[in-house]
């Protein structure tokens, strides 16, 4: 590495303001690693004040991050930094990872026992795997006189080595560790439980411990046992008695509003609609999520759909089968713009749209709210013609403010609708960026079943600035669409969420590299199309799950995402696409506040009861990524 800093630092820039953050961050890497490896603090010190002076003449959050590390690491001090206020500003900015980093370091400069447990608590929550492993090493000497906190870590340690049964033998041993794990640890202690075929004791052993607690502070627990009931307790009676027995242990907790939504929505899913009639029936019978969240028509949709309350469309055999992109536009007109901008231009731009519209009769149908329909109409009548139909509905939606808690129904009507009418039912995002190959799924998507994959998240930070420039359109116009946006979404949009791919952290998410080319186990992705009949609507009501709390109608969209494409493929009725050539989409995501390993790890009720040989089988369908040239970066990278 030159100790040309000023030379680098420039580069550095220039390429973080173009938005090739690849580049820049393998520069950032070097500087990294020269100051790792200094002969002696004297001489690091010496290319500090250099490489400072030099950073004077930039702008970068990434450089003055690394600032910030390099003096932590050689203990140089900082003059007026709010360091709170900057690890703040690279959350904002989801520089996750940079941000770890830096308090990783921060920790290790003054390694009391405190600052240990709750480092190694934060790197564990996040799923910071590398930080975790390097610090458990160097508070090697620390754990030898420390047995509570030497035990700790040899849990959060066999976790991340996938050694569960050796979890548990610690555990039942120890019960002050116990205590914390389940508390400050709750998805180790149930994943453990689960994955050796133990959830409903793991269950019942955490209710047993908040009848000693009950307080406010453990509504988190008490929802995420909700969860794993519904994922792995097969049994309506066994889960209805774990749901009273929880309610019954927990006074404190059962009287509050989110707790007893929480136990609704249970019931729902174990249809006991006995037992919601008395909710509703009760002094506090109109809580307000009941009206809310529309939870009164969920639960009438549940109990009384009928497959021969559908009415099907007579069809001539000489008409186009209709194929309906449904997507919905709600709240700010920022997706008012994505729709246009970014939605409905990289899809119609797409090599296969117009074959598309010459085998379907096209329709796109975009739900939306009263405040925007007109919006919307005012901004799609120069993309009209005479190839596809567009509705614009506030039917379903009505209002922004209730648009959020409405969603799931509009989706379960539209796919009702392509039922009625013998469409093909394609999801259609708004914010999306489409690759070519759209019409290789549709045609390889059975009757009665869905087709999907090929989904990768990316920084949506990164991506806006991204949409401004030039670039995005030659990426539309490009022959090799697809790999460009496979090379994009997992180089200069990188997000912290692609750690799962990169560090196989998680047990559904794998990652290899063999031959210049790279694999991602994606079982499934996002369900995008579907060829509804009467018994899909019936499939999605029986695989919808209480996953995530929220708004019970997402249970619907919810379904395309996980169970429902596992129940298919059980049934021979799911196509995945196999690589990047052949079918990606791109999602923008939130930077800040998306956090992946709370989706991965509460297990899917349609994988929980499988055999691990029928798991494997199942779950084993790996997806080619083919990047532009082949380019990758093989290093970690510092953001």
């Keep these: 590495m030159?100790?040309?800093f000023s030379n680098v630092l420039g580069m550095v820039a220039y390429f973080e303001q173009s938005s090739r953050y690849n580049l820049a961050n393998l520069l950032l890497n070097e500087l990294k690693s020269h100051f790792d490896s200094a002969k002696s603090a004297d001489s690091a010190i010496e290319d500090f004040k250099n490489l400072y002076k030099a950073s004077k003449a930039v702008k970068s959050l990434r450089i003055d991050a690394l600032l910030i590390w390099i003096s932590l690491r050689w203990k140089i001090k900082f003059e007026g930094l709010d360091l709170n206020k900057f690890l703040q500003i690279l959350q904002q900015e989801g520089l996750h990872?940079?941000?770890?980093?830096?308090?990783?370091?921060l920790a290790r400069n003054n390694l009391s026992d405190e600052i240990i447990d709750n480092l190694l608590s934060m790197l564990s929550?996040?799923?910071?795997?590398?930080?975790?492993?390097?610090?458990?090493e160097i508070i090697e000497e620390k754990l030898k006189k420390n047995h509570e906190l030497e035990l700790y870590t040899r849990v959060l340690r066999f976790f991340f080595s996938a050694k569960y049964s050796e979890i548990i033998e610690i555990l039942n041993v120890n019960k002050n560790l116990k205590e914390k794990i389940m508390t400050e640890q709750t998805h180790i202690f149930l994943f453990s439980y689960y994955k050796t075929a133990q959830s409903e004791t793991g269950i019942r052993e955490i209710i047993s411990f908040l009848k000693t607690k009950d307080s406010l502070e453990h509504m988190y627990i008490a929802k995420l046992l909700f969860t794993y009931t519904s994922a792995t307790i097969q049994k309506k009676e066994n889960a209805i008695e774990i749901i009273n027995l929880l309610n019954d242990s927990c006074p404190g907790l059962s009287k509050q509003p989110a707790f007893l939504k929480e136990k609704v929505i249970s019931l729902i899913y174990y249809r006991d609609f006995a037992s919601i009639s008395k909710i509703r029936e009760s002094s506090k019978s109109r809580q307000d999520f009941f009206l809310d969240d529309y939870l009164d028509e969920f639960i009438n949709l549940c109990s009384t759909f009928r497959i021969e309350d559908i009415v099907i469309t007579p069809i001539s055999s000489d008409s186009n089968?209709?194929?309906?992109?449904?997507?919905?536009?709600?709240?700010?007109?920022?997706?008012?713009?994505?729709?246009?901008?970014?939605?409905?231009?990289?899809?119609?731009?797409?090599?296969?749209f117009q074959e598309i519209t010459k085998q379907f009769t096209v329709r796109?149908?975009?739900?939306?709210?009263e405040e925007l329909k007109k919006v919307i109409q005012d901004n799609l009548k120069q993309l009209r013609n005479d190839n596809y139909e567009i509705i614009i509905s506030d039917s379903t939606l009505k209002k922004n403010s209730e648009a959020l808690a409405r969603r799931g129904q509009a989706y379960f009507e539209a796919i009702k609708r392509c039922v009625e009418e013998k469409a093909?039912?394609?999801?259609?995002?708004?914010?999306?960026?489409?690759?070519?190959?759209?019409?290789?799924?549709?045609?390889?998507?059975?009757e009665g079943g869905g087709a999907g994959g090929g989904h990768i998240r990316h920084s949506d930070i990164k991506f806006r600035k991204f949409l401004k420039d030039p670039a995005f359109g030659e990426l539309l116009r490009s022959e090799e669409r697809n790999r460009q946006l496979a090379t994009l979404a997992l180089t200069e949009w990188r997000i912290d969420f692609h750690r799962y791919y990169f560090e196989n952290i998680l047990p559904s998410i794998k990652f290899s590299v063999e031959n210049s080319v790279l694999s991602l186990n994606q079982p499934f992705g996002v369900m995008l199309v579907a060829k509804p009949d009467a018994a899909f609507l019936v499939?999605?009501?029986?695989?919808w799950n209480p996953r995530y709390g929220g708004k019970i109608w997402?249970?619907?969209?919810?379904?395309?995402?996980?169970?429902?494409?596992?129940?298919l493929a059980k049934r021979g009725l799911y196509y995945g696409a196999r690589s990047s050539d052949e079918w990606i989409c791109c999602e923008p995501t939130n930077d800040t506040g998306y956090i992946p390993q709370l989706k991965a790890l509460p297990p899917l009720s349609e994988l929980a009861q499988l055999e691990s040989s029928e798991f494997e089988k199942l779950t084993t369908r790996p997806y080619e990524l083919r990047i532009k040239n082949s380019i990758f970066p093989a290093s970690e990278l510092l953001t």
Excluded: W
């Design 2 to 4: 030159t100790k040309d």
């Design 554 to 567: 997402d249970t619907i969209p919810q379904v395309f995402d996980h169970n429902l494409p596992i129940f």
């Design 321 to 352: 089968r209709i194929l309906e992109f449904h997507g919905l536009v709600f709240g700010n007109t920022r997706y008012v713009e994505d729709l246009i901008n970014v939605g409905f231009k990289s899809l119609t731009s797409a090599s296969d």
């Design 539 to 543: 499939n999605i009501l029986k695989t």
């Design 125 to 136: 929550r996040e799923f910071d795997k590398p930080n975790l492993f390097r610090l458990m």
């Design 97 to 105: 990872q940079t941000r770890r980093n830096i308090v990783a370091q």
């Design 424 to 446: 093909v039912y394609v999801m259609f995002p708004p914010d999306m960026t489409y690759g070519n190959g759209f019409l290789n799924l549709i045609k390889n998507c059975p």
């Design 364 to 369: 796109f149908y975009i739900d939306t709210t």
